[in-house]
């Protein structure tokens, strides 16, 4: 495969991210050396040398002296305690965030999320579905649906520059929420959009939100299992009478 453009490491270094992307290049695999670049790609040393060091430090990759460079382990995190915006989530693990919006509608729901909204089968709500990337690679589908008695102007929102969850956020604070996590297999389109394999299992985070005691929006969000993990912690409370340690030493 011939470099078409300068700079030339970071051709290599696109060539190689694409490779990832795809899944050409899956986690923990090994990449070629600096030595088999500059065989098969034609390029200098250095050249090979900066973009794996690059790619290295940007996250893509994991050099291991001695052995060679491996594709990261590119699992993205979310709290399963907390409904979060993530493209915060991508921002602080220092990654470039970026998404694209596959259907922005109003339609009418099926029964069982109409019955999951407390709305009648009949009404007509908003309906997002999109994909989130993490350094170009889709980490999540969301799929969500929005009533716009209580956000009215969601309809005409442009998605491609705010996510839901920020936008939903800014025009009412979320008060209460329900997640659901379940391992599925999704659905070829689904499975497509998330670039994984047809009858690869993926996480699914189903939620509802309330607003004033009603709930305003059911969402499904879809997660590739094998680059996708979910975290919770939990303190519970403590009694205020409760002895310390060191009155009991």
Known sequence: MMLRKTPRYQQLKELIIDQISSGALKPSQRVPSENQLVVSMGVSRMTANRALRELNDEGYLDR??????????????????????????????????????????????????????????????????????????????????????????????????????AYLSSIAPLQEAEQVVKAVIPEDSISNLLQIDQGQPCLLITRRTWVLSKPVTYGRFFHPGDRYELVGHYKPPQEKNITTLNKLG
């Open 64 to 165: 291991k002296a001695g052995i060679g460079s491996f594709v990261s382990d590119l699992k993205s995190t979310s709290h399963l305690l907390e409904v979060r915006n993530i493209a915060d989530e991508v921002a602080l693990r220092g990654h470039e965030y970026s998404s694209r919006v596959i259907e922005h509608v109003k339609k009418i729901v099926p029964k069982d999320i109409a019955k999951a909204m407390n709305i009648n089968q009949d009404m007509e709500v908003a309906h997002i579905l999109l994909v989130h990337y993490e350094n170009d690679i889709p980490i999540q589908i969301e799929d969500r649906f929005v009533d716009t008695s209580f956000a009215p102007d969601f309809m005409g929102q442009n998605f491609s520059l705010v996510t839901p969850s």
